[in-house]
C-alpha cells in the first residue's frame, strides 16, 4: 500500500477523475483528491487534521495568485499553508510534507506534477504514523 | 478524372482564377488570369526526376504539411493534368534566376522558364460555380488544443495517415513520438454546429468520414481503441446508418454522445472530461486526438459572389432554394457541390450532373455547335489479315523501369520471340513525340500487332489503343506488359530477377499478341425519346429537363394526377409555400410540347436495350406501346403507415404528414393543444424499416416551429434518437430549442410509449437527465414515421434493376454514377433511390436528366469492343447465361426452332460471368479469348512460345 497523499484542489483546478489518471499511472497509487468550492475556505486545522487522519503528505492547489476565481482565496491558502508549515516543524514533522501549488484553470497537469512532487519528498522519509 | 482529362471537349486551365464575369445568359464573356506551371503540360511525362534532384524543399500541402516535397512536384500520382508544376514561391530559378537543375535534368524538355501568366477571355454560354468548400479558422482548432499539442491532429491529417500512398504509408503514428497509439478520440463538430465560430450549421459529413477513418485505422491496427464523442450521431445518407452499425459492431467502435469542450495534455497524454445526458461527468486519457473538422464556405466567396454577381446565404455559402438547388440567384450561372451548402461524394456527383443538365437546357439550341469530335481513318483490314507482324516498344519510363530492370536486354530478348518483327526501347512511349515515332514505325514495317511492355493498361491503354486507331489499325491490336508496376517498382531491390520476369511478362503478351483479332466496334441507333416513370416532383424535374434540352418525353403517373409526395406537403423546409413549387412544375409540364404525360397510367413491360426500348404501358385499362431510348426511373416512395402508438386507433395520433395536411388545411384545431408530443424515427432505424430516413427530424422541427408561430402557449416535446438536422437545416433545430421546443432523446431500448389515459391520451417516456419515468399528457401525438420504398418489386424485376436490401432501387456505383442503374439505359431519382427532401431530389432528377440526355444527343451508343460472343453453334439453349447476366444482356432467341443464347452488345458490359459458366464453352469474350489467355499461360510455363491455336 503507498502512501496517503492527500491534495486539497480548488474547483477550478483539473476535472480529470483521479482514478483515470492513476490507471494510466501517471500519479500515485496513494493519491486522495478532495475538492473545496475556493481553497480559501481552507483552515489550518483542517490540514493538520489531515496528517492525523492518516496522511503521509498533503498538498493544495488553488489557482493562479493573480487570477483566482475569488479574487485572493489562493493567497490566503498559500498563506494558511504557510502557518501550518510552522506548526508541523514545532512538532518535528518535515515542512516538506505539506505544500501548496498553483495551477491554471482547469489543467490537469500542474496536479500531476505536485502529486509525483510529494511522492519524491516521501520516497526516502519514514512514515510519521509509526 | 481520367475522363475529364481526355475529353477533348474540355480544356483544362490550371493555377487560374476568374477575373471578371460579363454578358448575359448564353453570351457570357469570362475573364480569367492564369499563373504559368513552367512546366509543359504536353511534353511532361511525370517521372519525377525534377523533384528528386531539385535542392529546394517545400511543405507538402497535399499531404497536410506532414511530409516535404520539392518546388516541382505532383501533389498526387493521379491528379490530372498529369504533369508537374514548380511551385513559383520555392523555386530558385524564378525568383534568383540561379539553379536550373530540374531543367536540365529533364530528358522529355519540359521544363520551361519562359512562361508567362495569361489572360483569356473566355466566350461561354453558361457557368458552374465548384470552389468547393473551405477550411475552417485555426483559431477554432486551437481551442481544442490543435498547435500547442502535437498528438492533436485533424481529420484531414488522419485522412493522410491512414492513406497507403500517405506520408507514412498508411502506418498511424503520432506525430510526437512516431509511435502507434493505442488509444484514439475522435470529437465531431469541430468548426460546425457551433455559433462561436460564426458555423452555426452542421457539416454534414464529419459523422460518416469520422466512422471511416476509425475503421480505416482499426483494419491497421486492431488493437486500437477507439472512442468517438458525437453530439448526434448524423449517419443520414443512402446505406450509411447500416455501415455505421456494421463498424461499430465489427471494430467495436465506442460511440459517445458528449461534445468534449476541450482538450488538455498531461504528461504526454491527452485528457478529456465530457457530461452525458444522464448528467454524470466522465473522463479519460488518450494517445492521440483526432479533430473531425467542418466544411466552412470558401474562402474566397465573397469576392466569387461579388465577381459573379450572385448572392450568399448568411453562412456564405451559395444562395439556393428548394426549389431550385442549383440555381444561383443571376440567370446561366449554376452552383454545384459544397459551395450550395456541406455535402458528401456522392451528392455533389450527382449535383455536377445536375448543373450539366441546367446549361444543356439554356444551350439546347446551341448543341453541337463549338465541340470537338475525333474522327479516325478507315481501318485498314487487308493489313490486319495478314499473318501477325508484331512490335514490341519496351519503355524506360525515364528512370522509372530503366532504374531497375535492364530495358535493353528485354528488347533484344523481345527480338528472339517468334512473330516479332520489330523491337525498339523508347524513353517515354507515353510522350507526345514517342507516339508519334511509334505510329510511323508501325505503318513503315507495316506491323499489325503491337506489344508495349510499359506501365498499366489501366491508365496508359487507351492512350495507345488512340495511336493505333489513328492509324488505321482496330485499337484490339494491342498488349500491354506492365513491366513498370509489376517489375521495376515491386522487385526494385532485384534488378536481375525483375529484368527475368519482364523478359516472362513480354512473352507472354507476345504470345497472346500473335493470337490478337481486330474487334467491331458497333454502334447503335438511339430512338430520342425518353420515357419518365412516375410524376411526383423527381419525375416532373426530369422530365421538364429532358424536354428543355430538346427531347421528347412521356410522362407516366399510376395516379389520377401529377405531384406525388410533394401534393401532400405545406411548406418545403426553407419555408416556401410546397404549393407554388408543385403548381409551376405541373404548370411547365403541362405546357411544354416535348411531354406527353399519361396519367392513371403503369408499365407492364420493357424490352429492349439501352437506344431501344419498347414499352407496353396500360393506361386507364387500354394498352400502349411507347419506343424510347432511355427511360429514367422515378416512382417515388410512400409514407409508412405504423402499428401501434395508438395510431389508427385514436383521432390525436397521426404522422407527420398528416399533421402537415391538417396546418394546411387551418390552424383552428390548435387553439385547445396544450401539448404537442412528436415521437422521432417510428418505424425507421431498426423497428420495422431499417434505413434512417433522412428528412424526418427537420420535417418534424419545421411543423413543430409551424406550430408555435400560430399557437405560442402550446409546449411541444418531441422524443429522439438522434436529430438530424444536417446542413443548414441546423438553424431550425436551433430556432426550435431557442423557442422553448422540448427535446428529449430515447434509446431503441426504451422507446416512449403512447397510453390511453381516460378520455385523453398520454406519452410515456423516460427522461435521460432526470433519470425518470415521465408520462406527458398530449392533445395531438405526432408520429415521424420514415419513409418507405414503394412498390419497386415489380419494377425491378422487369429492368433487372438490383434493390437495396431496404427495397430502394440500387445505384450503378454510389460515388461515381449515383443516378445511373447498373443496366444501362435506365437513370434514377426522387424517392425511388432513397429517402431526400425536395431540394435534393430536384437536383437528383436533373441529374438523371442529364444523364439520359446523353445517349439521345449522341444518337448512337457506342459499345465497348470487349463484350461476349456466342457461338451458336456449339450453343445449347440452356439459358444459364441469360439468368446469370447481371445486365440483362443476354436474350434467349429462335434460330431454326432451337434456343439460342445471344449477347446484346449494346447492353454487354463485358464482365465475363456468362463465358465462365457455359457447359459447352460457346461464349468467348472479345479481347480475352480462351485461346488468347491458354497462349499466355502456356507462354508463362513453356519459357518459349509455343502454337496453341
Known sequence: ?130 | MVEAGRSPNIEILSNARLEALEGKPGQFVARVHQEPRFIDEDKCTACGMCTMYCPRPVVDTYNERLEVTRAPHIDYAQAIPSSYYIDAKACLRVNYETCNLCAQTCTAKAIDFSQKPKEHALEVGAVVLAPGFGRVDSSVLERFGYGRYPDVVTSYEFERLTCASGPTEGHIVRPSDNKTPRKIAFLQCIGSRDETCGNGYCSTVCCMYAIKEASVAKEHEPDLDISLFFMDVRTQGKGFDEARQRAQEKYGLHVIRARVPRVEQVDGMLALTWTTDDGKSHSDLFDMVVLSVGLDSPEDAQSIAELADIKLNHYDFCKTTAGAPLATTREGIYVAGAFQGPKDIPESVTQASGVAAMASELLAESRNTCTISVTYPEEDKAIEAEEPRIGVFVCHCGVNIAGTVDVKAVRDYAGSLPGVVLYEDTLYSCSQDALKSIAEKIKENRLNRVVIAACSPRTHEPLFQETLRSIGLNPALIEMANIRDQCAWVHSQEPEAATEKSKDLVRMAVAKARLLEPLAQPTVDVTPNALVIGGGAAGMTAAISIADQGYRCVLVEKGRKLGGNLSRLAWTLDGQDASSVLDSLKKKVKDHPNIHVQLESQVESISGYVGNFTTTINSKGKTKVINHGVAVLATGAREYKPSGYLYGENNRVMTQLELEEKLKRGKAFLKNARNVVMIQCVGSRGEDLKHCSRLCCSQAIKNALMIKEHSPDTNIYIFFRDIRTYGFHEDLYREAREKGIVFLRYMPDRRPEVVRRGRGIAVKGFDRLMGEDIEIPASLVVLSTGIAPGDNVELAKVIKAPLTSDGFFLEAHAKLRPVEVAVDGFYLCGLAHGPKSLDESIAQAKAAAAKAVIPLAKGKVAVAPIVSQVDQKTCIGCGICESLCPFNAIRLVKVNKRRKAQTITASCKGCGICASHCPTLAISMGGFTDQEILAQIHAFSGGKCEDEA
Do not use: W
Open chain 1, 1 to 130: 500500500m503507498s502512501d496517503v497523499i492527500l491534495g486539497f484542489c480548488c474547483n477550478y483546478t483539473s476535472s480529470v477523475d483521479v482514478d483515470t489518471l492513476k490507471k494510466a499511472g501517471l500519479v500515485p497509487e496513494g493519491l486522495r483528491i478532495k475538492r473545496l468550492p475556493c481553497t480559501g475556505k481552507l483552515e489550518i486545522n483542517t490540514l493538520l487534521d489531515a496528517f492525523e487522519q492518516g496522511a503521509e503528505a498533503v498538498f493544495v492547489a488553488g489557482c493562479q495568485i493573480d487570477k483566482c476565481h475569488n479574487l485572493s482565496g489562493s493567497q490566503r491558502a498559500a498563506k494558511r499553508v504557510g502557518y501550518a508549515k510552522k506548526i508541523l516543524d514545532e512538532l518535528g514533522i518535515d515542512p516538506a510534507r505539506l505544500e501548496m501549488f498553483f495551477a491554471s484553470r482547469g489543467e490537469t497537469e500542474p496536479i500531476v506534477e505536485a502529486a509525483r512532487h510529494m511522492s519524491s519528498v516521501l520516497s526516502d522519509a519514514e512514515s510519521i504514523h509509526r
